[in-house]
């Protein structure tokens, strides 16, 4: 019998009319003889709402008791859309992350699923139940409630499809599927009928919102297939994730992003004696640039360097998250040189051009595009799948729709 | 070392702002070097609004799955509040009701606690740390989320009490004590300082909604000193339970409510032979009688009869639980004699009188001064600590203000 995780999104359960919708979605898959296990995230706004409530409480909310505050926006979905599902007459029963078996480590707001065991939803399975999980909670080895992060529902259900060896996992949305960039932006976005792992990842990170890359880590380490698609045309088969496209093409699609800010770090040389003065401020200048960038490691902090890194340039340019910018500021305050100067941009978008395999082709098309705007670019991060770079925020529509028009013929075509 | 368990009602905790004044109360309770465990409800109308969204998608909600619902919401006002004690630097550790040990029957919606399993609480105690429980809540021994019924965090708050061994519940609501009768009816109630168990057990049988029936019942089994106290006044101390006021009395208060209806079965005699007629009939009517109560209880149905069971009537007249009126009105009509005929009354509210022991001075004085007003009284209940009956719902503050002002003084003078 065929096997398909099931996962709802918080648009997908938002009031009552949604999730009975939902509970159609399941009715009319459990029609074809096939064995569901539903995985389900809080209604709508609710988490957001939750942390709101808790930073009303307390400033920084207790990490162990904000997961106990939000794993109930999940419990409670999940009891919903089983009443929905009875309502329709199918045999459904709700769990908690703890109550389906899902184990994980004891990092609250961030945890990581260890295992899901998986008796109870093979019971549920045996006795033609449908299991209604509630995604984004599991439970630590110490008995305590913990979150997965944000988009931990994604990853919840592709962690029981893997567990599960279901045949695919299916995740219902408000869009039909991953386009080649948001279509809200770029007017030719199209719609991408299959991506590789590896494509859905970079694309996961840098920009397209729809599937959380932690769950995309573990469909490809795990090989799931997984379905983007809507709930509200579950007709449309979506994007299938795992196929790589049938012909090689060397563009995927375009990210942005407004999460990550631009730093520069201008080292000025030190003091020297004149005669050897070039030779020693480019050896010092390379050292002061991998210092800088341990020093950033150590203190756990996510950043990317810019290609200014590696050729002679008078500065290092960082991209780095904007939740991190503050601690990031401190670090780098503490370890300034006199004459060094710290500059922080945050009114920029990062765009990301992804591809299966970034060609210099690719790179070059980008810049000059650009560059024929009067678009100015500022720091370069190149990767073998991606190629990003910072425009102004408020150009960013323009940024992607030349992109996109200049791109897009290489995927068409293929 | 004291140690007293807290309880706080829905009204206490409905948003940040109350949290943040219970987290206070807690903290002054704490200042006196008491070992203090806090039992919680959900936030303001959460189970009602719970309950709204569940009808909407099952007209009848599947028991457990409203189980699995309902205890989110004392879930998420034990984190807030727990994360309120910690911003005010109290050390808090938030519990749902099977993370606290709180086991209960398989009953869903009405589940009774068995035990209450208190190592968690104790180690909790010991770092000095304050356990906050969401009440109402449990797990069965077959390991599903149970709720003990409304007014259910009463029960867990004594329960939790007992089993801690603990010198008292204080339980913090909306009104500052248990009053003679409800001061937004009878102009002339007055607070009460002390109630022994079998009173307030009368009292919120038949009217009073501070405190919970069956937690009051448990108190009582257990000597748990019950404190009802304001949350908005907490130098206020309240009604002491447990403790019989100083002199006898015998007029505790008067509670209403309009949760019951009035049933009559008029019953018709049968064909009989002339001669034995009276005789013949009078033993049939009883017969008739006792036949129609025991269906009733057969069918585990609550409810009293009048007393014109006993005395020599031509009427069985009852009183029934509206929300069971439905299922009482099919097991009599199913066994209905021809002639014998129903009638049903809605609109009724119950005045009950309540004494520590009833008298029929009490009893004259009441009856005697609704008639000389012309107040229409149907069904009387009696027993040893209480006077029931029915008056139009309409009249009802009359009733109440008419016998609270004939009776207040046998308590005022004592």
Redesign the interface.
Known sequence: MNRIVVKFGGTSVMD?ER??RAAGIVAELKRGQTELVVVVSAMGHTTDE?IN??Q????K??D???D??L???E??A???L???L??RGIKA??F?GA?AGILTGSTFGNARIESVQTEVLELCLQDNVVPVVAGFQGISTD?E?TTLGRGGSDTTAIAVAAALHAERCDIYTDVDGIYTADPRIATNAFKLETLSYNEMLEMAKYGAQVLNARAVEIARDKSVSVRVRSTFEPSNEGTLIGRPPSKFTDFTGIGVDTDTAFVRVSLNPPRSDAKSYMRVFRRDRSHRKNKLVSLLSSAHINFEVGCTFNIVAHELDLCIEKNELEKSIEVLRQNLRTGEELFVDMGLARVSIISQEMSSTCEIDAVSSLSKNNLPIKLLVRTAKRLSFFVPATRKTEAVNLLHKKLERVRLSA
């Open positions: 009552a999730i009975t939750l409530l808790a009303k409480v307390q400033t909310p207790n162990r008791e904000l106990l505050l794993s109930t926006g419990q409670a999940a009891a919903l089983t009443m929905a009875e309502s029963r709700s908690t109550g008995g409630i």
